[in-house]
């Protein structure tokens, strides 16, 4: 080979690797910039794409690649996710494929208007889990949602309603539909970490949810299970909901009790991993083999002592055998929470591994292994959408979306896209530019 076909191919090469790079790096979790969490989020974005996590006919969305439902919980996730996607810049309004911030939404809400509703004791209730072709709940006609599906649906509601009043009338509509199912969920709540995401939710639509919350403050006061020398109260401890309530919500309006006692969870989790050197994510989430979805549990109350690091399905404790997996949800939120150190970047870097073409991946085992997922469940939207939320959380300064904030779709973040679009042009351009003076060389013969 000529050395102009050389110095051509390796101006390609490197074209190539320019266009890559911009499409699908991964930054490493220590370089914890405004760019490395967009290249998260738009890898995370990845699942929400028509064909992938959505339909392309209906633009619903599917809980994961394997499963064509989703539930209220799911529906939730896809509206949460498309209004961090505008926040950040992912997407504009409108786009000429159709798939915009306005036309995703748009889709979500007819899909809500017009989704078929049961009777339970002759109250409308919405169905347990809907199609994502639109055709309604096909083989889940007998089942019907309850109160922490519908409580993470309020709130993406009420966040749609706060980020774009144009909405607001139709969200509302949606929300009276259901509204005496709402009626009688919004009184079965405890004392909890669900029980506080529920009870925020529920307050956020007019209810009562005072005992719930009062309840929670107490517990600073109440007994408490020593874990690697971090005292939690000795109530059901799952890292899910501590992350969706900061993330999710008003900051301004989480107590502090809440902000706290979720730390002592993080921290709880960074001390095993010190202690142990396991990729301590704890969670729960899809699993690849029966059960299939676990709740990896901290400490649970209703099992054997000590009845920490568990994983309970019904009576039975199923770890040891059942091998825990590092969620990668958990992994970003940190991250994104609690800032960049040894822990963190150890287990974002270890979910950044799991990057690919349908988003990021369910999880590790916690020495970093790769757990036999199929293809279709190693993907889900609670995943990817909890990586968006953890983006734009990290991106805007930990400005949660639920209650007014101030922000709304007119004054989303369009800076750091259009930043990263000029570098790679400039970057491509000059590339380019070798290209051709090389070409034009005469030193460089084609012939």
């Not at 089942?143 to 409580?151: I, M």
């Not at 009184?187 to 009562?208: D, K, S």
Request: charged share 15%; net charge negative; proline share 5%.
């Amino acid at each position: 080979m000529n050395s102009c076909r050389r110095s051509s191919l390796g101006v390609l090469l490197l074209l190539m690797l320019a266009t890559s790079l911009f499409a699908s790096s991964v930054f490493a979790a220590s370089a914890q910039t405004n760019s490395s969490w967009l290249n998260w989020a738009s890898i995370a974005w990845r699942y929400f794409q028509p064909g992938v996590g959505i339909n392309p006919t209906t633009g619903l969305n599917r809980a994961n690649l394997d499963w064509d439902y989703a539930t209220d919980w799911d529906i939730a996730s896809s509206i949460i996710s498309v209004i961090m996607a505008r926040r950040i810049g992912l997407i504009g309004d409108t786009t000429p494929t159709g798939w915009g911030y306005r036309d995703r939404i748009n889709r979500i809400l007819s899909g809500l208007e017009d989704r078929p509703l049961g009777t339970v004791n002759g109250v409308p209730w919405p169905y347990w889990a809907y199609n994502w072709n639109g055709s309604g709940c096909g083989t889940y006609c007998d089942n019907y949602t309850g109160a922490a599906d519908s409580a993470r649906l309020l709130i993406a509601l009420n966040m749609l309603r706060n980020f774009d009043q144009s909405y607001a009338t139709r969200v509302e509509a949606i929300y009276e539909r259901a509204k005496g199912a709402y009626d009688v969920m919004a009184h079965e709540f405890g004392v909890g970490y669900y029980q506080y995401y529920m009870a925020m939710a529920y307050e956020e639509w007019g209810y009562n949810e005072t005992a719930s919350l009062q309840g929670f403050e107490e517990l600073k006061n109440s007994s408490t299970i020593n874990v690697y020398g971090i005292h939690i109260p000795a109530i059901s401890t799952i890292a899910e909901p501590t992350v969706l309530v900061l993330l999710e919500l008003n900051r301004s309006l989480v107590s502090p009790t809440f902000a706290d006692l979720a730390q002592r969870i993080y921290e709880t989790q960074e001390a095993r991993y010190s202690n142990t050197g396991l990729l301590t994510a704890w969670s729960e989430g899809e699993y690849f083999k029966p059960p299939y979805y676990v709740y990896e549990t901290i400490y649970d109350p209703d099992v054997p002592y000590p009845g920490t690091w568990v994983i309970p399905i019904g009576n039975q404790v199923l770890v040891p055998p059942l091998r825990p997996i590092m969620y990668t949800k958990i992994a970003f939120s940190y991250l994104a929470i609690y800032g960049s150190n040894a822990y963190t970047n150890a287990l974002a870097d270890t979910a950044l591994s799991l990057a690919g073409p349908s988003g990021f991946g369910e999880g590790t085992f916690e020495d970093g292994s790769r757990a036999p997922w199929s293809q279709g469940s190693l993907y889900s939207d609670k995943t990817n959408g909890l990586v968006l939320a953890a983006s734009a959380y990290a991106l805007t300064g930990g400005n949660a979306m639920s209650a007014t904030t101030g922000e709304s779709a007119a004054s989303t973040n369009t800076a750091i896209p259009i930043l990263l679009a000029v570098t790679v042009t400039i970057t491509i351009v000059a590339l380019v530019m070798i290209f051709n003076r090389r070409r034009k060389d005469p030193r460089y013969n084609l012939n």
